[in-house]
DNA sequence: GTATTTGTGAATACGCCGTACGGTAGTGAG
DNA sequence: CTCACTACCGTACGGCGTATTCACAAATAC
């Protein structure tokens, strides 16, 4: 099989998701394909070309989610695809909102997202759009990098409140012990429990809610 | 003067600035401070805790602005200062949400913040509270991520409409000609013009808006 | 005053990385 | 048969983070 960009991203995106975005290096891709290193700029300019390549892999799946009749229903399926390939491809959130997306599927992403919003109301005219696109896109890429990212620390200290207490606990506990910072120690001892993705639906709703219940511009 | 945890994360800061933080070397950080790579050591147990000093260092910035009187104020004050300070110190962006910020002043941030928000209409509990944070701390590290990416592609691109034309012109255009993202198409030629800093500001109270004014839980 | 310990900072070294470059074998065209 | 061309490969360079080793001066012991 005559390798192609579409297989060197495939087995890309199965180290980075086994490895994380730091342990993706060209030599391994390439080993893994059984070829020398150099083989592979036959195809792709540089590493960061096939980040974008990768990426734009992601943003096909996304994409698959298609339109939905109401403007509210698409984009909440949007943003649940983008979360939903996030949790799947951890180092996509370590990308997102971290360079320009232009691949053609991003790119149908964006169209989709921006075409349900322009039937938003409370969205009139092109800055409208522009400003809801904004929003939109600024909670979604915070809430997925902030949701990774406490999933990676929940992960590595380990779940159990044991290990918990052993590596970060010494630090955090006595750093709120100081009692310098009252309302984050109520927040990380009261609050743990809520789950990830009703949090995530929750915000959501409240951003769309802001969006379209604007007054005035 | 003997070196210290303090001048090290100065010049890192200084070096990042100036070159990204990919081109930011312990190597190189130990050159400029005329000693051997592995003096930084004796002070600093890897790149990773560098980094976190570094990023602590600038959430020490952004805890200045301390607390106003009126809770929205305060959220806003620290918006401002997080958003000015990323546009400062742009790998500031790249580690946003990417990693825990525990440092005493990203907790002293936090604190402030969630404090600030606890005083918010229609955040009555806990968990109004978690997800109030959450919503804001989303929102504020996506758009200041979206802001410096676009800062950055502007610049490398060049300003200028000619430059941009040639750089990545050609293919976004051929992109956009193709038919398939006529809502991308009028975004980019028709709605360039919106001063990212009203455009933040319009965005963030929108967020606010939406977090004080949820009828229910 | 000499010998011995101790600690500090420099030098070296290892195993990675991205990628520039030169070479080789096979293939179709003239 | 020759020749250009393509598809592939190995080697090499400079840089990275960091573990280890080493030189040497200051401090201590006799």
Redesign the interface.
Known sequence: MPLSRDKIAATAIRLADAHGLDGLSLRKIAKELGVGPMRLYDYVINKSELLDLMVDVVYARIAEVGQRSEWRATVLAIAHATRAAALDHEWFS?V?????H?G?HA??V??AT??AL?AAPGVRD??D???A???L???????V??EV??RR?ARSTGTDEAAWQAS?GP??TR?LKTG?????A??VI??AH?DAEE?FN??LA??L???T??PR?
Not at 96 to 100: A, D, Q, V
Not at 180 to 184: E, F, K, L, N, S
Request: aromatic share 4%; charged share 20%; glycine share 12%.
């Open positions: 370590d997102l909102g971290g360079r320009p232009l053609p790119l149908a964006g169209e921006a075409a322009s092109i800055d759009l522009q400003r696109v904004g929003a896109n600024a909670f979604i890429i915070g809430a990098r902030r990212t406490e620390t970060l630090y955090l750093m310098r910072y009252p309302t984050v109520r927040l009261d609050g809520l949090t929750h915000n409240t951003v809610d802001g969006i219940s604007r511009t």
